[in-house]
């Protein structure tokens, strides 16, 4: 399996930002034979993956699938004829290439699709959407309380004989669970997290609201680096 199922890699693939060139180059015929290899070697629940996938998502592929896509032809010369016609083209970066590549096989699974997947697949690609914008709220609510906080957790740690940064826990929390409604549903501390402290971070925490969301039960929120967060479902949704 080459594309992982649970892409923890999103946020991290987010930051590399591949350049995706214009159709033209996508549909060139020197790339057919490789897109024609690719879905040759490419297992049949992953090309379903990828032609499921909406065009603004196929950055999440620059890990794993894109990883493979490098190690087999564009690192260390190993297909010079195509390192030169990405060269010709002004793109210089293995990871430009396999964007590219990752592209050009998108189209071409989407090229025929019937009215009936048409249907299925813009729904689920609708829905994926409208999933990450409620993911990207809880993500921005949950960085300005934290931010907010700071002050408190600081006097948490420092009423407990701790120095201003935890050394036990680096963050407050562990997960927050909020259900759809908005209302934080569970707080899961860290194990290190002594009754003292845990308590104090919990009373600050328990004061937490979110808006309402529609597609999901409960969401899962972690702390990237404080106080940016993320959200554990957003990485699921593919």
Avoid at 30 to 45: D, H, I, W
Avoid at 87 to 96: L, R, S, T, W
Wanted: hydrophobic share 40%; aromatic share 12%.
């Amino acid at each position: 399996m080459r594309i992982p199922k649970f892409l923890g890699s999103f946020l991290l693939c987010a930051l590399v930002s591949p350049v995706w060139s214009d159709t033209k180059l996508e549909e060139h015929p020197f790339l057919q034979p490789y897109v024609a290899q690719l879905k040759q070697e490419t297992p049949p629940s992953d090309l379903e993956h990828v032609k499921r996938l909406a065009e603004s998502d196929l950055p999440i592929l620059h890990f794993g699938y894109g990883t493979w896509i490098r190690n087999k032809w564009l690192w260390g010369d190993r297909d010079p004829a195509l390192a030169q016609f990405f060269f010709a083209h002004g793109i210089q970066h293995p990871d430009d290439m396999s964007a590219v590549l990752i592209r050009a096989l998108w189209i071409d699974l989407n090229r025929n699709l019937t009215a009936e997947e048409r249907t299925e697949i813009d729904a689920r690609r609708a829905l994926v959407s409208a999933k990450h914008a409620s993911y990207k709220k809880l993500r921005d609510e949950c960085a300005a309380q934290l931010a907010a906080s700071k002050a408190e957790f600081e006097k948490c740690y420092a009423a407990h004989g701790l120095p201003s940064k935890n050394p036990l826990n680096q963050n407050p929390f562990y997960n927050l669970v909020v259900h759809k409604s908005g209302a934080i549903d569970r707080i899961v501390l860290y194990t290190g997290a002594s009754p003292g402290v845990g308590d104090c971070i919990r009373r600050e925490v328990e004061r937490y609201r979110f808006s309402s969301f529609e597609y999901d039960e409960k969401l899962t929120l972690y702390i990237v680096k404080f106080p940016d967060c993320a959200v554990e479902e957003s990485f699921r949704v593919y």
